[in-house]
């Protein structure tokens, strides 16, 4: 039997390398989109693999040029895309990425008959929607739904990429923390969402939350995050409204770059726990990256 192909894109970040890493090990052919394919030769910043050998095939794009992604899915089963503005880049926004560019992957895909489109978006999407880079995953979900085509929008939590963010910070043996840090957070290893994001493959569930199997405050992942590094835990607390008022100034300044940390200070407010699924634990990924990054 002809092996399904699968797209992938934002094939080189945190989720997208294990998505194809689990798309590949479950038999399917899979087409990894990225920008440069020299980066996806290592292993990532947060232990996520190196895929250039996993991938059937890697093809370049750029979400901010359409034309780019002209006939992406020539031949394409089946588009997964977690491709998304997650650091700030010059002059793009999580309009032009997250919204416009999924957007035109999707109409590539109507365009080649691809059978069903998966999208990683955002837990909690509702109780932040004026957040740009959730108004703009949010828009991309509402021109899925409309487009006919059969999807499935994934709603993680916190990925434990950002909680390795907390190890490099913790490092200088002080850290600074928005807000009073006991808001809720159930952290999810890239291997465990990619288990959720391929199993979606083969489900007719529209929507599917996902968190990690253990449920923590964020003052708690600060403490592990000292415990994996073997320091003593110093944490000073920053009022929620001073990162408010920052990025009110911010964006004055450039506007992009608050648009991607707004997202930052906004998560700082809330409880982020979503169905608990998977088996990998905060403190063995502290450890390791503490290990690998000594
Ligand atoms: N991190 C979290 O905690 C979290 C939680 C919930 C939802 N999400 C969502 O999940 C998705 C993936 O997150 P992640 O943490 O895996 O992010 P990531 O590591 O930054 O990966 C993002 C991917 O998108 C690609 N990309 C960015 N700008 C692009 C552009 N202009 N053209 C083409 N590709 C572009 C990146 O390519 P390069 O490698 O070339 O930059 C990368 O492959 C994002 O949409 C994010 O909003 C993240």
Redesign the pocket.
């Known amino acids: 039997m002809k092996k399904k192909t699968v797209l992938v ?8 390398r294990y998505v194809v890493t689990e798309f590949a090990r479950r038999g399917y052919a899979v087409r990894a ?4 394919p020299e ?1 996806i030769t290592t292993e ?1 910043p947060n232990l996520e693999p190196p895929i250039a050998d996993t991938a059937w095939e890697v093809v370049t ?4 040029d359409p034309a780019s992604l002209k006939n992406i899915c020539r031949d394409v089963d089946l588009v997964f895309s ?6 700030p ?1 010059d002059n ?1 926004t999580s309009e ?3 919204h416009q ?1 999924n957007k035109a992957l999707l109409d590539d895909a109507l365009a080649h008959g691809v059978t069903k489109f998966i999208y ?4 909690n999407a509702h109780l932040m929607p004026e957040v740009d ?1 959730v108004k703009a ?1 949010e828009l991309f979900v509402d021109d899925l739904k409309a487009s006919g085509i059969t999807y499935t929008v994934i709603r ?4 434990f ?2 909680m390795g963010m907390f190890l490099s910070m913790v490092r200088s043996g002080h850290m600074f923390l928005l807000g009073e840090g006991e808001n809720k957070v159930n ?1 999810i290893h ?1 291997a465990d969402l990619a288990k959720i994001c391929v199993d979606a493959a083969e489900s007719d569930n529209p929507e599917i939350c996902a968190g990690g199997p253990d449920t923590y405050t964020f003052n708690e992942t600060v403490n592990m995050a000292f415990e994996a590094i073997g320091k003593k835990p110093w944490i000073t607390h920053i009022p929620i409204w001073i990162g408010d008022a920052a990025l009110f100034v911010i964006g004055f300044v450039n506007k992009p770059l608050a648009g991607v940390l707004s997202f930052a200070v906004t998560v700082n407010k809330i409880d982020n726990v979503a169905p608990a699924t998977g088996t990998n634990h905060l403190m063995d990924f502290y450890r390791e990256l503490a290990k690998k990054t000594a």
């Open positions: 894109a934002g094939a080189s970040g945190y989720l997208g989109l990225v920008r440069n980066k990532g794009g750029d979400a901010t977690c491709m998304g503005l997650t650091k880049q793009v032009d990425v997250d560019g990683v978006s955002v837990f880079v995953h993680p939590t916190g990925y990429s950002d952290p890239g």
